[in-house]
């Protein structure tokens, strides 16, 4: 099992431009999420899925879109870049039921110019 | 809503001596706690969880409901616990809410 993937590992942007980050796991889990992490801050929940075709807003949701049509796929997009979404990005899976670890992707870092 | 609060940005300890890295939390309820922790060019992964009641890598985090407080221990650091440590609550069916988190450096 590769668990959570995610690609690129890196990116630079310019303010304005739109993007994707790709999230896929091959664990059959119900439950992703996306969160950015920024120094100081921890880790911030962005959007997160608890299954195909259901999704919801997390704590910092705005300038970021979501959709989950496959249980293995949970892609993040960035409308419109700006610089203050220069972060480290993370998707997680975990199963559901009475597990409540989360597994993590080794994250993207995105610069935004 | 519900909060959790690692209070030191940084820490460092030498080889050999006691750890105990903080985490306080806000819950209206009976809370579920975790510790995350990052090594250098690795994934964030489960270190422990409270209800649990284990000893990860010789760390114990006991859940203290009086002083709202999770705080992971070890009685000897070692230098390959040197990581970025995040405490988490549980929020909902599957949603956790991460501390700012401890960087902690074992020094030789």
């Known amino acids: 099992n590769a668990g959570v993937t995610q690609t690129p590992k890196f990116q630079v942007l310019k303010t304005g431009q739109s993007m994707t980050l790709q999230c896929a796991q091959d664990?059959?889990?119900?439950?992703m999420s996306w969160y950015r992490q920024d120094p100081g801050m921890g880790l911030r929940l962005i959007h997160y899925?608890?299954?195909?075709?259901?999704?919801d807003q997390g704590e910092v949701p705005n300038g970021y879109n979501v959709s989950r049509s496959t249980t293995e796929d949970f892609p993040l997009r960035l409308l419109s870049a700006a610089p203050s979404q220069t972060s480290v990005y993370f998707c997680?899976?975990?199963?559901?039921?009475?597990?409540?670890?989360?597994?993590f992707g080794p994250g993207t870092r995105l610069t935004v110019t | 809503a519900q909060r959790v609060t690692q209070p030191e940005k940084l820490l460092s300890v030498f080889k050999g001596a006691p750890v105990e890295l903080k985490c306080n939390y806000s819950y209206s309820g009976s809370p579920e706690l975790f510790w995350y922790v990052q090594y250098s060019r690795q994934r964030l992964q489960l270190l422990l969880r409270h209800i649990s009641r284990e000893s990860i890598k010789g760390f114990t985090a006991d859940l203290n409901k009086g002083e709202t407080s999770f705080h992971l221990k070890k009685p000897f650091a070692q230098e390959e616990d040197s990581a970025m440590y995040y405490c988490?609550?549980?929020?909902?069916?599957?949603?956790?809410?991460f501390g700012q988190g401890t960087r902690l450096t074992i020094n030789p």
């Open positions: 899925s608890v299954g195909a075709g259901i999704t």
């Open positions: 997680a899976s975990s199963s559901g039921g009475g597990s409540y670890e989360q597994y």
């Open positions: 664990m059959n889990h119900e439950y």
């Open positions: 988490a609550l549980r929020e909902g069916a599957q949603k956790l809410v």
